[in-house]
């Protein structure tokens, strides 16, 4: 299996333009989501996927898109770029060990920077 | 505001030494915590979780201890190495939409001295 897989690993844009991140996983995982990490900010929640054709906003969802029209894919789209989104970002998926118990795995991660 | 912190953004210790990083929360309803290790790098990679209902569980050189009372869970590693140098982070399970999809808190960096 090769896990979580996201492109590109690296995407210089200039403010205004759009983009779509790439991320898909070949686990059958029921559970995927995006974060955007910042230096000294940990991770935060952007969108999640509890299932093909459901998704939700977390806590910064704006000026991000996703859909999830397959369990494999969830990409993240970019309307119209701002400085404020240079980040690195993550894609994840999960499922459950049973018992209450569940483990998400990450990609490798998508480094953007917005001028 | 985050509801899951770290007390020390940066722990620093020699080889061998036993490493303590601790977290707190803030939602008291949480029943669900997990630890991840990032390397630079690269994304988060799951450590050990433990649910509410239990107040220690163990893996292989690494212990979490969960104290409801004060909301407060801490990451025992053993023996630490030089290969445990990483940022660690505490999450906590909110159970959006009846799934399991964590928030992090801010991260500690471990840094292991040889």
């Known amino acids: 299996n090769a896990g979580v897989t996201q492109t590109p690993k690296f995407q210089v844009l200039k403010t205004g333009q759009s983009m779509t991140l790439q991320c898909a996983q070949d686990m059958n995982h029921e559970y995927m989501s995006w974060y955007r990490q910042d230096p000294g900010m940990g991770l935060r929640l952007i969108h999640y996927s509890v299932g093909a054709g459901i998704t939700d906003q977390g806590e910064v969802p704006n000026g991000y898109n996703v859909s999830r029209s397959t369990t494999e894919d969830f990409p993240l789209r970019l309307l119209s770029a701002a400085p404020s989104q240079t980040s690195v970002y993550f894609c994840?998926?999960?499922?459950?060990?049973?018992?209450?118990?569940?483990?998400?795995?990450f990609g490798p991660g998508t480094r953007l920077t917005v001028l | 505001g985050e509801s899951v912190g770290l007390h020390l953004p940066t722990l620093s210790v020699q080889e061998g030494d036993n490493s303590i990083i601790n977290c707190a929360y803030s939602n008291s309803a949480s029943d669900y915590f997990i630890w991840y290790k990032q390397e630079s790098g690269k994304g988060p990679q799951f450590i050990i979780d433990i649910r509410s209902n239990m107040d220690k569980r163990q893996g292989q050189r690494v212990t979490v201890l969960l104290n409801k009372t004060v909301k407060h869970l801490s990451l025992q590693i053993a023996a630490t190495q030089p290969g445990d140098s990483a940022v660690y982070f505490c999450a906590e399970n909110r159970g959006l939409r009846g799934s399991y999809i964590p928030t992090f808190g801010r991260g500690t960096s471990l840094i292991v001295h040889p």
């Open positions: 994840a998926s999960s499922y459950s060990r049973g018992e209450g118990y569940n483990e998400q795995f």
